[in-house]
């Protein structure tokens, strides 16, 4: 079956060190996302991509950046973690079928701590 | 910044009771879209109605939209324990390409 994972499930690191986090997804699908989950926020959109090489910068992009080379992946990378970065990070994916049937279908979650 | 917004923000009821969640949002949209996340969880997609639809129901959801009010809503009939999760909406337009906005959040608790 066709699924969506998110590696590592838990990450704590210290203020200053690059952190990646690692998206796979065998959906086949075109669009990709990254966002962050914090308390009274709902998710916010971190980053995104429409196809392989193409990224673009979502409503929080400040601090971190993606890549993508292939169209299975789409690590996160937070260049210098802070401890506002603390936060449940989700990865999704969609089909390109129009605008009308963009269902996202979403990983399971990376727990970053940053101290 | 939010464009749905979920209203109540925590419900708790009894099993078998009805559950009612209201979402209201700003611009104009494509679709709308309801998703529920288990505690510890990703989200999951539950229903999508589409801008020149009124009602959809799946199951023991059904979804309405007021495109003249900004709103939808979202009712679980015959609630059972296991529907205890976060109901978020998420809305799609044209501005936003592929990409959905979702809401804060309704957190929802059915006691047995």
């Known amino acids: 079956d066709a699924e969506i994972t998110q590696s590592p499930r838990h990450k704590i690191t210290e203020t200053g060190r690059q952190v990646t986090l690692a998206c796979h997804q065998t959906?086949?699908?075109?669009?990709m996302f990254w966002y962050r989950q914090d308390l009274g926020h709902g998710l916010r959109l971190i980053h995104y991509s429409y196809g392989v090489q193409d990224t673009n910068k979502g409503e929080v992009s400040d601090g971190y950046s993606v890549s993508r080379s292939n169209t299975e992946d789409l690590p996160l990378t937070l260049e210098s973690a802070a401890s506002s970065q603390t936060s449940v990070y989700f990865c999704a994916s969609s089909a390109t079928g129009g605008i009308s049937s963009n269902e996202q279908f979403f990983g399971p979650g990376t727990r970053l701590t940053v101290l | 910044s939010q464009q749905g917004e979920e209203d109540p923000q925590a419900l708790s009821i009894q099993e078998g009771e009805n559950a009612t969640m209201n979402c209201s949002y700003k611009t104009s949209i494509n679709n709308l879209q309801w998703y529920r996340q288990n505690s510890g969880r990703g989200l999951v997609h539950l229903i999508l109605i589409r801008s020149n639809e009124r009602e959809k129901h799946s199951g023991r959801l059904r979804v309405t939209l007021d495109t003249s009010k900004k709103s939808s809503s979202l009712l679980i009939t015959a609630s059972r324990a296991a529907d205890t999760a976060s109901y978020f909406c998420?809305?799609?337009?044209?501005?936003?390409?592929?990409?959905?906005?979702f809401g804060a959040g309704t957190i929802l608790r059915v006691k047995s």
């Open positions: 959906w086949n699908h075109n669009n």
């Open positions: 998420a809305t799609g337009g044209l501005e936003y390409g592929n990409k959905l906005v």
